[in-house]
Every structure is written in structure tokens, then in C-alpha cells.
């Protein structure tokens, strides 16, 4: 059983940046994969980044990519996602969510546990 609690979240204007956070706990944290989500006002949940359990391998979303980076601190059970550069489209409630199979997923799922969500708004 793995809990998960996002935090760092709230409102910026466009061009800044949020750091999210996810604690997680449970003792299979160090083996599950890690994902973020977000999911803006009528519309579906949408993978953001995805890490690895050793965080050798990440994936972005192609509307993220080169603006957030995904890492984590298997020591700390945490995992954040740095997020630079935000649009007004980046507004939505953002998710963090673990997978025991330590292989890249991008639908929902595939993932085993969720947090509660952390809500970024970004003002143009």
C-alpha cells in the first residue's frame, strides 16, 4: 500500500515557475514508478511525466517537454515536479500517482495508487 500527498501548488502568472511536491508513504515506494498527472475543467486526466523507480528513465508530454522535469528522492519518498515557463493552459488539478511495474505508463490505468491532487493556476 503506497499513500500519496502532493503539495506546492497555488497561483502564479504566466512565465513563473511551482515546484510540486509528493510525499509518498509505504515501503514499496523505492520500487514503484512514478507519475504526474493533471487534469484542467472538462476535460480528462492527462499524463504530464512519468519517472523510473531509479529515475534513469523519464518521459514528458509533448506540451511540457523542455519546460518541467521530473525527479525523485527515493531516500525523502518524495517525488517533484519542477514546472518552468507556465501557460494559462498549464491550469488544472496536478496528480501524482505510483505504478508497481517499474515500465513507462501513460494512461490512468496503469497506475495503482493516487493522491488527492494539488490545484496550479496560472494567470495570463
Known amino acids: 500500500q503506497v499513500q500519496l500527498a502532493e503539495s506546492g501548488g497555488g497561483l502564479v502568472q504566466a512565465g513563473g515557475t511551482l515546484r510540486l511536491s509528493c510525499a509518498a508513504s509505504g515501503r514499496t515506494f523505492s520500487s514503484a514508478a512514478m507519475g504526474w498527472f493533471r487534469q484542467a475543467p472538462g476535460k480528462e486526466r492527462e499524463i504530464v511525466a512519468f519517472?523510473?523507480?531509479?529515475?534513469?528513465?523519464?518521459y514528458y508530454a509533448d506540451s511540457v517537454k523542455g519546460r518541467f522535469t521530473i525527479s525523485r528522492d527515493n531516500a525523502k519518498n518524495t517525488v517533484f515536479l519542477q514546472m518552468n515557463s507556465l501557460k494559462p493552459e498549464d491550469t488544472a488539478v496536478y496528480f501524482c500517482?505510483?505504478?508497481?511495474?517499474?515500465?513507462?505508463?501513460?494512461?490512468?490505468?496503469?497506475?495503482?495508487?493516487w493522491g488527492q491532487g494539488t490545484q496550479v493556476t496560472v494567470s495570463s
Open positions: 519517472i523510473s523507480w531509479s529515475g534513469q528513465r523519464t
Open positions: 500517482a505510483s505504478r508497481r511495474r517499474d515500465s513507462l505508463s501513460t494512461i490512468t490505468s496503469g497506475y495503482d495508487y
